[in-house]
């Protein structure tokens, strides 16, 4: 174990180890972030970082105390004389404000903390906030460029539609209209009005097979060889028979 002076000069470096490091600590870090540095978050950033570092040491500092008072105390309960050494603690003690040290650090410690949430909490919020108008940003460029392609693809079905043909192109529409007027209409059959059976003297013929050969022979002769009946009268006259 070592010697009440050890500890008592342990515990001295230990206090003025804490003392140092509250001194370190900004005024600014313990108080409400200013409202115009709310919406900054390179600034909000760099409070995040200086609040964390004093908060390390603070701590490692608040311990450090801790640490050697209660080597002191056990060194003091393990003395062989020990009504001298816990009179040796007891003066030194009063001499030294230790304890009030370390309370005043652990309050300050606990402010830090809480700004420490502040800070980060306004820093997600501005992370947030950037995140919301990236994403407003590319659905306004998708928009828009969606728009831009409907447009395009509108305007080249225009200029497909209205685009002038090429020489063959035009070749080929005015052959398609020329085939298209000029196609040779099919056949009418003369009205048969227009034709005077009576003068072909022929028998109807009435389905009678027998007599097909004799119908046929008829009309060989009075219709389908004379050259003066066009073709188209030869088929109605033997259609009517």
């Not at 390179?42 to 964390?52: E, G, S, V």
């Not at 105390?73 to 003395?79: C, G, M, R």
Request: with cysteine.
């Amino acid at each position: 174990m070592p010697s009440i002076t050890t500890c008592e000069a342990n515990l001295t470096k230990a206090f003025t180890a804490l003392a140092v490091a509250k001194g370190k600590i900004h005024a600014s870090l313990i108080t409400p972030v200013d409202a115009s540095d709310s919406n900054q978050p390179q600034i909000l950033d760099a409070r995040r970082l200086n609040i964390q570092a004093a908060i390390a040491d603070l701590t490692s500092a608040i311990r450090t105390v801790q640490k050697r008072r209660q080597v002191f105390l056990s060194t003091v309960e393990a003395s062989a004389d020990q009504e001298a050494d816990n009179a040796a603690y007891e003066n030194y003690m009063q001499e030294t404000p230790v304890n009030d040290a370390v309370v005043e650090a652990e309050s300050i410690l606990s402010t830090l903390n809480h700004s420490l949430d502040e800070v980060q909490l306004l820093i997600e919020r501005c992370r947030l906030a950037q995140l919301s108008e990236m994403t407003h940003s590319s659905n306004a460029g998708t928009e828009a460029s969606a728009s831009l392609e409907t447009t395009a693809s509108h305007t080249s079905q225009q200029q497909i539609l209205t685009a002038p043909q090429s020489p063959l192109q035009a070749q080929l529409s005015l052959n398609s209209t020329i085939s298209a007027a000029t196609a040779i209409p099919p056949p009418q059959l003369p009205y048969c009005t227009t034709i005077q059976l009576s003068k072909y003297k022929l028998k109807p013929f009435d389905d009678d097979i027998t007599q097909f050969q004799r119908f046929w022979g008829a009309f060989q002769l009075a219709v389908h060889n004379n050259p003066n009946i066009p073709p188209l009268e030869k088929y109605y006259i033997c259609k009517v028979y």
